[in-house]
C-alpha cells in the first residue's frame, strides 16, 4: 500500500473514533457542567446560610451587650437612689419637727425639750445630706414646675413675675432628682 492509502486510511479510523468520541466527551462535559452547577448552587445557599447565622450572632451580642449596660446602669441608679424609699417617709416627720420646733418655749423645762428636738433634727438633717438629700432654696428662685408646687399666686412689687414669693412647704431634692415639691405661692 502506498503511503498516500495508508494516510486516507488512518484518517478515515480517526474520523470515526472522534464521532465516537466527541459525544461521549460531551456528555461528561454536560455532567460536569451539571455538578458545577450544582455544587455552585450548594455553596451560595451555604453561604448564604452563613451570613444568616453570621447576622443572628452579631444581634445576639449586641442584644446581649446593650442587656449588660442597662443592668449596669439600673444598678448605678439603685445604689444611687437606695435612700429614696426612707427621706420620702421621713420627710413628713422633719415637717412635724419644724413645726413643733417654731413653737416657743415659755419654761426652762420646755425649753430644754425644745433643745433635744432640735438636736435630734439636726442628726436626721445631717445624716440625710450625707446621703446626698437637701433642701431646696425656693423664695426668689424662678418658678419652675418641675422643682415647685404652686399654690397661689399674688402681685408682689418686690419681686419680679413668675418668681417665688413664699414658701409653705420645704421641697427635697435626692441628688439630682425632685423628692418633693415646694409647696409655694408666685409673684404673677
Known amino acids: 500500500m502506498s503511503e498516500e492509502k495508508k494516510n486516507e486510511t488512518l484518517n478515515e479510523e480517526l474520523v470515526q473514533e472522534n464521532d465516537t468520541i466527541e459525544p461521549i466527551f460531551a456528555e461528561e462535559n454536560q455532567a460536569v457542567n451539571e455538578e458545577d452547577t450544582s455544587e455552585q448552587s450548594i455553596l451560595a445557599e451555604l453561604e448564604a446560610k452563613a451570613n444568616e447565622w453570621e447576622n443572628r450572632y452579631l444581634r445576639l451580642q449586641a442584644d446581649f451587650e446593650n442587656s449588660r449596660r442597662r443592668t449596669k446602669l439600673d444598678l448605678e441608679a439603685a445604689q444611687k437612689y437606695r435612700v429614696q424609699n426612707l427621706a420620702s417617709d421621713l420627710l413628713q416627720s422633719l415637717d412635724n419637727f419644724e413645726r413643733a420646733l417654731k413653737i416657743p418655749a415659755e419654761h426652762e423645762e420646755t ?78
Do not use: C, W
Open 111 to 188: 425649753k430644754s425639750l425644745m433643745q433635744g428636738m432640735e438636736m435630734v433634727y439636726k442628726g436626721i438633717m445631717e445624716a440625710l445630706k450625707r446621703e446626698g438629700v437637701e433642701a431646696m432654696d425656693t423664695v426668689g428662685q424662678p418658678f419652675d414646675p418641675h422643682m415647685h408646687q404652686a399654690v397661689m399666686q399674688v402681685q408682689d412689687e418686690n419681686f419680679e413675675s413668675n418668681v417665688v414669693v413664699e414658701e409653705f412647704q420645704k421641697g427635697y431634692m435626692l441628688k439630682d432628682r425632685v423628692l418633693r415639691p415646694a409647696m409655694v405661692k408666685v409673684n404673677e
